[in-house]
């Protein structure tokens, strides 16, 4: 009879395995220079993410994107934060996790940036949140976007009737 851990250790690993494969499935159709992961983690963190994209893909090189998400707000709010032409690519979120557990137990690309201080590694970057002013719009510059600076954006005007996106729009409003 396996142990409790056998199992477990067993359901991570299909989990990883569920998750190359539509890490497979995804490249192979998209064959991107570029992936977003955007795990519902935090929502000011993906605000931020949009925010800055643009300045993320010219650091990166990048000409074709791909942000992957299960969030709908994200493909709605992308035109009013990006000139890129990045494209959406919805999954649901046990998708989501399946392909974050495949990153934690190989990181297979370095074309592949996840929206997240805690997944697949939590990096503690959260300790500095509010030490000396640090912000949550400070730590994805720095902690997940890796930028030298922080470019420092205006907010953009939102005019639209889109409640989803007019909540979403108030997230760079917000003291964090």
């Not at 000011?44 to 992957?68: F, G, R, S």
């Amino acid at each position: 009879m396996k142990s409790y851990s056998e199992i477990d250790l067993e359901g991570h690993f299909a989990l990883a395995d569920k998750g190359k494969q539509l890490w497979e499935t995804i490249d192979e159709r998209f064959n991107a220079d570029l992936y977003i992961l955007f795990p519902h983690v935090n929502e000011e963190y993906n605000y931020y993410a949009l925010l800055y994209l643009d300045e993320y893909i010219v650091a990166k090189k990048a000409e074709k994107v791909v942000l992957i998400t299960m969030e709908s707000v994200i493909k709605k709010a992308l035109p009013v934060f990006s000139k890129s032409k990045a494209e959406v690519y919805e999954v649901s979120n046990d998708d989501i996790k399946a392909i974050i557990k495949y990153y934690a137990l190989y990181e297979f690309s370095t074309r592949l940036t996840i929206i997240s201080l805690k997944e697949p590694y939590d990096t503690c970057g959260e300790n500095l949140l509010g030490v000396k002013g640090v912000t949550k719009e400070d730590l994805l510059c720095f902690d997940i976007y890796r930028f030298f600076e922080n470019p420092h954006k205006n907010i953009p005007a939102y005019d639209g009737e889109d409640e989803q996106l007019l909540w979403f729009m108030q997230l760079g409003r917000k003291k964090n």
